[in-house]
């Protein structure tokens, strides 16, 4: 297998630890490890104290596990098995189900290795774009018609990485009527799921509405710990399971033992932690619509519905790449261009999970300011 450079790791690797504000990350302000042990409850107390520093089992923590299940309405804790984040699970579900012959539909603008992994597995993949001028909707008839008999995979990611877009439920519904339909397995990466503006927006998860469906889920964005690694797979079908188990064998066999027993501390305090993770976010986005008014004749966005992240675009006349460039070097402030998404527009990815979101934003308005012949206002 060979696959591309991951064109938003990359960038990352260059900038991320280099800069004073990322403007762009999609994880939610992380948890210090002192916040989160205060959180404990007597039983993961007991496990933090108590932690041998040797293997774990492969498919994660018993009850580690039980919780994960219990962020579900059907999933029981033998049907979730965890990985070392959502991109080795990403990784995972792609070779056990895709090879030369097969065909799988991916949404985009996405999450690179969503559509990667699957060609470099030999699969032929369609992207299917979302819709911007209708708010980046799932096109359900564009989906439908670049289905094949060789369709064994339709993947989507909502709440929607970089656009924060959610379907309403109808049409989740058609989706999840249209893979049974296909008899295709619908992947959905639900790892921005509980970032809802609304929480009556909030979708079912695939696994509960369909049996064939898996769900994805991470420990890095709803609940700001990326640093423990930890996410999941969650699907009702045994032999899919089995084959996953099977090939994380190859890979990191089992998880890392501190990160399993904070994150099990994390998700029996999850009203907590979610309810930090969403006020940080209505905060932000406040600020966001003063800022998208105030310089609404150079900038446009669809405002998100949920996640922490979306996808403006600047005006035609400004490259995006090259102010992104201005940006981060005179600034210190990082942005992601669209072109790292391979997705043209003159978009650019800003996520409004950090707590430093004022100041980055104001580093933004400098270098807006400093452009020929840029206004602020509409």
């Known amino acids: 297998m060979r696959l591309p450079d991951f064109t938003l790791e990359r960038y990352f690797a260059r900038w991320e630890f280099n800069v004073r504000h990322s403007l762009c990350s ?77 065909h799988a539909l991916v949404s985009w603008p996405g999450y690179q290795s969503l559509f990667a992994v699957a060609e470099a597995a030999g699969a032929e993949v369609t992207r299917v774009p979302l819709a911007e001028a209708a708010g980046w909707a799932l096109d359900l008839g564009a989906l439908r018609r670049a289905l094949r008999p060789s369709t064994r995979l339709i993947a989507v990611n909502f709440p929607h990485n970089p656009t924060g877009a959610l379907p309403d439920r109808a049409t989740f519904a058609a989706l999840v009527a249209l893979a049974e339909e296909a008899g295709a397995v619908l992947f959905s990466d639900e790892v921005y799921r509980l970032l809802e503006q609304n929480p009556a927006d909030r979708l079912p998860a695939a696994v509960d509405r369909s ?103 600047l005006r035609a006349d400004l490259p995006i790449d090259r102010v992104c460039a201005e940006l981060v070097e005179q600034e210190g402030v990082l942005l992601l261009p669209g072109s790292v998404f391979d997705y043209g527009g003159n978009h650019f990815r800003l996520g409004f999970g950090r707590a430093d979101l004022p100041q980055a934003l104001a580093g933004l308005e400098r270098c807006l300011s400093r452009q020929p012949a840029v206004m602020r206002g509409r």
């Open 26 to 102: 999609s994880d939610l302000e992380s948890w210090r490890l002192d916040e989160l042990l205060a959180l404990a409850d007597d039983t993961g107390r007991a496990l933090w104290r108590d932690l041998m520093l040797g293997y774990t089992e492969s498919p994660g923590h018993p009850q580690l596990r039980a919780e994960i299940a219990g962020l579900y309405e059907t999933v029981a804790p033998d049907e979730v098995l965890t990985f070392a984040g959502a991109g080795e699970a990403i990784f995972t579900v792609m070779n056990v189900m895709l090879g030369p012959g097969d």
């Open 211 to 313: 049996g064939g469906a898996v769900s994805l889920g991470v420990m890095s964005k709803a609940f700001g710990l990326a640093g423990l690694r930890v996410g999941w797979l969650a699907t009702h079908d045994a032999a899919l399971r089995r084959r996953c188990a099977a090939f994380k064998d190859y890979l990191t066999i089992c998880n890392s033992a501190p990160s399993e027993v904070l994150a099990l501390i994390a998700l029996r305090a999850r009203d907590t932690v979610l309810a930090r993770g969403r006020a940080l976010i209505a905060t932000n986005l406040a600020h966001l619509d003063r800022f998208f008014a105030d310089w609404a004749a150079t900038l446009t966005w669809v405002r998100p519905r949920a996640g922490s992240v979306a996808f403006p675009r």
